[in-house]
């Protein structure tokens, strides 16, 4: 089982940076594929990025792409998600999730295919 951890949401005005962090613990060895998801209000939740223990590269919803960075540290055992040039429309909470599994990449946008996830973090950007 893999505990996951988000920090670093918060207010911010259109137009700035946050930078999310997601620390985890547990059976890490077996985390293979981690991403990023967001709830907005009244919507379902969305995929927004993820990175595969195998070539850390990322894959990004459009609406995210040349904004968004994924980054991870193995050895501090953390996911990072640089948000920059924020946007009203990216208000939500952020969810962590791993996979204990190599996913897929035509499957790397669902949500199902996460069994590990963390309790979220608010980011609100007002405009």
């Known amino acids: 089982q893999v505990q996951l951890e988000e920090s670093g949401g918060g207010l911010v005005q259109a137009g700035g940076s946050l930078r999310l962090s997601c620390e985890a613990s547990g059976n890490i060895f077996r985390t293979f594929t981690m991403g990023w998801f967001r709830q907005a209000p009244g919507k379902e939740r969305e995929f927004v990025a993820a990175m595969r223990s195998t070539t850390n590269i990322g894959y990004y919803e459009d609406s995210v792409k040349g904004r968004f960075t994924i980054s991870r540290d193995n050895a501090k055992k953390a996911l990072y998600l640089q948000m920059d040039s924020l946007e009203a429309e990216d208000t939500a909470v952020y969810y962590c999730?791993?996979?204990?599994?190599?996913?897929?990449?035509?499957?790397?946008?669902?949500?199902?295919?996460?069994?590990?996830w963390g309790q979220g973090t608010q980011v609100t950007v007002s405009s």
């Open positions: 999730a791993a996979a204990t599994k190599l996913i897929i990449l035509s499957a790397i946008r669902l949500s199902d295919q996460y069994s590990n």
